[in-house]
């Protein structure tokens, strides 16, 4: 039976396209049931309060970057989304006196206009975003050189070098968009070889850092998230880390803080990684198949899939 057309975006593939079942029963999860979905290889870790949250998700740049040597290099690839973070990786690395010199770190993503990165003086500016809550806070004894900061451009070939240049990438950090991606690896178009069925998973993995098309859900999400509300102010296209990098990752660690994607986006993608229900309609569905990955749950985020009328 072919499967329907999505009622979001009908030329796109997304998580509206999956068997209604599946749909129910991840719906169904208690913040009990998340904790429950833990396996080898996949672990659900559910936080009390905001602060502990994001003091934990800082903590992973520290460690990362603390197990670093000149000649065993290691580094951290991190999100935009979300930010709370960054400047506590600063504080902490500069109150403790901590010298970061030899660790990395990868962007995960940047905007894309007429097939060109954005500058950093553009206000939705990734790279922006990291220097100013980050890197640019660091004492200057302290900080890594600007050499050891991989940001991906729209050539693609100098990023993706640096994946395989020696450095191990220790911790893939990430949140989770509405469309259910992570950095911007959104479902692709309902068009040619994939007008009738998504792509199969391991076709979808085989994606390096690339030039993506973004789905109209992750539009819009970033002008809530990041514009005000305003779509007119967010780039169409983005360059993304890929499934090849992600891969290159010891760790992939989500962080689910209620704010970017909703009570069922957060249940959804546990459930299938859980289950080994990859689907690139889905794409965090994917990580199924990555030998490590860990869900961090701010416990007052998680919500209630019940109808509540606002």
């Known amino acids: 039976m072919p499967r329907i057309r999505s009622p979001l975006a009908p030329d796109w593939w997304d998580y509206t396209t999956l068997d209604a079942a599946l749909i129910e029963d991840a719906a169904k999860l208690s913040v009990e049931d998340l904790v429950q979905l833990s396996r080898p290889g996949f672990q659900v870790v559910l936080y009390d309060t905001l602060e502990d949250f994001y003091l934990a998700e800082a903590l992973e740049y520290v460690r990362a970057w603390q ?5 065993n290099p290691v580094g951290i690839c991190g999100p935009i989304g979300p930010t709370e973070q960054l400047p506590l990786v600063a504080r902490i690395v500069n109150d403790l006196g901590i010298s970061v010199k030899d660790g990395h770190f990868w ?8 097939g060109c990165e954005v500058p950093v003086t553009h206000p939705l500016s990734f790279e ?14 302290l900080v890594m050189p600007d050499s050891h900061l991989h940001f991906p451009k729209a050539e693609t070939s100098a990023f993706r070098a640096s994946w395989h240049s020696g450095v191990h990438c220790a911790v893939m950090q990430g949140g989770q968009g ?7 690896n959104d479902p692709v178009r309902r068009e040619g070889e994939w007008a009738d069925t998504p792509p199969p998973p ?3 993995r085989k994606l390096e850092t690339r030039v993506v098309d973004l ?7 970033n002008a809530r998230t990041s514009g005000g509300g305003n779509v007119t102010l967010v780039p169409t296209t983005a360059v993304t ?11 992939v660690s989500i962080w689910h803080a209620g704010a970017h994607d909703n009570p069922f986006g957060q249940r959804l993608t546990a459930f299938m990684i859980s289950k080994g229900l990859d689907d690139s309609a ?4 994917l990580l199924a198949d990555h030998p490590n990955v860990r869900f961090n749950y701010f416990r007052g985020g998680i919500g209630t899939c019940a109808v509540e009328m606002h």
Do not use: N
Not at 241 to 251: H, K
């Open 215 to 221: 789905h109209p859900v992750t539009i819009a999400q």
């Open 241 to 251: 880390v890929g499934p090849v990098e992600t891969w290159l990752a010891e760790t």
């Open 107 to 114: 962007g995960m993503d940047e905007w894309v206009i007429d």
């Open 128 to 141: 922006k975003a990291d220097r100013e809550m980050c890197f640019d806070r660091i004492d200057r004894e």
């Open 202 to 204: 391991e076709e979808y």
């Open 67 to 71: 197990s670093s040597t000149a000649d």
């Open 282 to 285: 889905v794409p965090m569905s």
């Open 178 to 184: 509405d469309i259910k991606h992570w950095a911007f």
